[in-house]
C-alpha cells in the first residue's frame, strides 16, 4: 500500500480533493465511491470549493455511498442520506439520477436489495476510485471485525465500539443504531482505485494494524494490502504508531518521479 504522511487535516483534506478531482477531470464520468463519517467532510468542503472556485464540473459523476444505518426513520437528519445531501450533494452540480446510497429499509427486503445495489454498480462499469474512512476497529464501510474479506454488499451489526463511536452524533435520548447495510469487503476490493483517509491520534492504532499488520478478518482495512492500487492518506497524528515512516517518505518521492500516473 502506498502510504502518504500529510502534516495536518487541512492538507489531508486538500491532497484528498486533488486525488479525487484529477480523477473527475481524467474521467468526466467517474465512477466514485463515497464514505461518511467527519473524517471526510474536509474532503466534501474542498471539493465544494473547487466546484465554486475553479470549476470542477460532476455533471456526470456517477457516486454510490458505500453505507447507510438501518432502523432510523428515512429523512432522519442522521441517516447518511441526508448528511450526504446536506454535507455535499446539494453544494455541487451532481444530477440526483446519479447518487446511490443504500436505503437502510429496502422494501424488497435485504438480501433482494443488496443484491440489486450489487448490479447497479456493476452496470455502471464497477467503480474507479473508492474513498474510505478508518473506524477505530479497523472497520472500512460498516465492516466490523471478522468480515468476510469475501464480504459483499450485506446488513451488518454494529461493535459496541463503533456504535459509541457514533453516539456523539445523535441525540442523549436516543440509541445510536446497532445495525447498517454496507458493501462488502469484496466489493470494496474491486474498486479500480482506493483512497483510505485517517486523521487524528484515536485512528493511530488502526492505521498501524491496517498498512503494516497481518491481513486478517480482525481488521477488515488490512485486506487492503491485497489491493494493487491502494492509497493510505494520513496525517501525521494518525501516522504516529508506523514502524516504516521514513520509507514511505522515500516510497512516495520516488513513485511521483517513476510513475506519477499512479497518484493522479
Ligand atoms: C463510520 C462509517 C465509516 C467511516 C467511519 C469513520 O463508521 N461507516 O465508513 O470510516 O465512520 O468515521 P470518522 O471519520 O468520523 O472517524
Not at 443504500?102 to 424488497?108: E, I, L, Q
Not at 473506524?135 to 472500512?140: E, V
Not at 484515536?202 to 491496517?210: I, N, T
Not at 517518505?249 to 497518484?263: D, I, S, V, Y
Request: some cysteine; charged content about 25%; glycine content about 8%.
Amino acid at each position: 500500500m502506498l502510504v502518504h504522511i500529510t502534516k495536518d487535516f487541512e492538507e489531508l483534506s486538500r491532497e484528498a480533493a486533488r486525488v479525487v478531482a484529477n480523477a473527475i477531470r481524467k474521467k468526466h464520468d467517474l465512477r466514485l465511491g463515497l464514505a461518511t463519517g467527519s473524517t471526510q467532510l474536509g474532503l466534501y468542503q474542498e471539493l465544494v470549493r473547487m466546484h465554486r472556485q475553479e470549476r470542477l464540473d460532476l455533471s456526470q459523476v456517477v457516486t454510490f455511498n458505500l453505507d447507510e444505518y438501518i432502523g432510523l426513520a428515512s429523512g432522519h437528519p442522521q441517516s447518511f442520506r441526508s448528511v450526504m445531501f446536506r454535507d455535499f450533494f446539494d453544494h455541487i452540480n451532481i444530477p440526483r439520477e446519479n447518487i446511490h446510497i443504500p436505503d437502510g429499509a429496502p422494501r424488497s427486503g435485504y438480501e433482494q436489495y443488496c443484491e440489486e445495489y450489487e448490479e447497479e454498480i456493476r452496470s455502471a462499469g464497477g467503480i474507479d476510485l473508492q474513498v474510505l474512512g478508518l473506524g477505530k476497529d479497523g472497520h472500512i464501510g460498516f465492516n466490523e471485525p471478522t468480515s468476510s474479506l469475501a464480504s459483499r454488499t450485506r446488513p451488518k451489526t454494529l461493535t459496541r465500539q463503533t456504535v459509541e463511536d457514533n453516539r456523539r452524533f445523535f441525540g442523549a435520548k436516543e440509541e445510536p443504531p446497532h445495525a447498517a447495510i454496507t458493501m462488502g469487503i469484496g466489493t470494496i476490493l474491486e474498486a479500480r482505485r482506493v483512497l483510505l483517509l485517517a486523521s487524528g491520534a484515536a485512528k493511530a492504532r488502526a492505521v498501524a494494524l491496517a498498512v503494516e499488520g497481518p491481513v486478517t478478518a480482525s481488521v477488515s482495512a488490512s485486506a487492503l494490502q491485497m489491493h494493487r492500487n491502494a492509497t493510505a492518506l494520513v496525517d501525521r497524528e494518525a501516522a504516529a504508531d508506523l514502524l516504516h515512516r521514513e520509507y514511505y517518505e522515500r516510497a512516495l518521492e520516488m513513485t511521483r518521479k517513476l510513475t506519477p500516473g499512479r497518484l493522479w
